[in-house]
């Protein structure tokens, strides 16, 4: 299991998941599972709106592997779309990050799948506050911030993230982004 391919920007951590049988371990796949956000099972096929929920509940039975789901209002739809699923699922509203040890571990988690030749040091004081003021804690704005950063870093040769690289790349705060919105 390991992050990139040719979507690498699309989607920050492709994630190969075989089949229950070829004897990967199960720690394997719920790390995958918390980690991935697309999705690839062998043989090679793909993925879409219309499989993903019963392959991703299949696989769960199969391999004896706990869900959580976490995301935005469309995954809550994708999970009310499915019976079975819905009533596995108690739905709650995570609250936004706190500054300080919570924000700086889910940064540290962040900075090892960045695919950038040098580390970024996202945990350094300065670094941490810029970036826990533009996403407000919310782990989506956190993520949404860094892939910008990070297609500008890709796209102009960077070695890693900084503070000035992302001002150059215009990441905004989601208060800002909502006003120039307007």
Request: glycine residues 8%; charged residues 20%; hydrophobic residues 40%.
């Amino acid at each position: 299991m390991k992050p990139g391919g040719d979507h690498a920007l699309d989607h920050p951590v492709p994630v190969m998941l075989y089949e229950c049988a070829s004897g990967v371990r199960r720690d394997d796949l719920v790390d995958g599972f918390l980690r991935g956000s697309g999705l690839e099972i062998l043989p090679r096929w793909r993925l879409t709106v219309t499989n993903t929920i019963p392959t991703l509940r299949d696989l769960s039975m199969q391999c004896q592997v706990p869900l959580i789901a976490a995301g935005v209002k469309k995954a809550l739809y994708a999970i009310q779309s499915d019976p079975q699923l819905e009533n596995r699922f108690t739905v709650m509203r995570l609250p936004p990050l706190q500054s300080g040890a919570p924000f700086v571990r889910m940064l540290m988690a962040f900075e090892r799948w960045l695919p950038l030749p040098e580390p970024s040091q996202l945990r350094q004081p300065a670094f941490a506050q810029y970036l826990y003021d533009l996403s407000g804690g919310w782990i989506g704005e956190l993520k949404d911030v860094l892939h910008r950063g990070l297609r500008y870093a890709i796209q102009h040769q960077t070695p890693c993230l900084t503070v000035d690289l992302m001002q150059a790349a215009g990441c905004l705060s989601a208060k800002e982004r909502r006003a120039v919105d307007i």
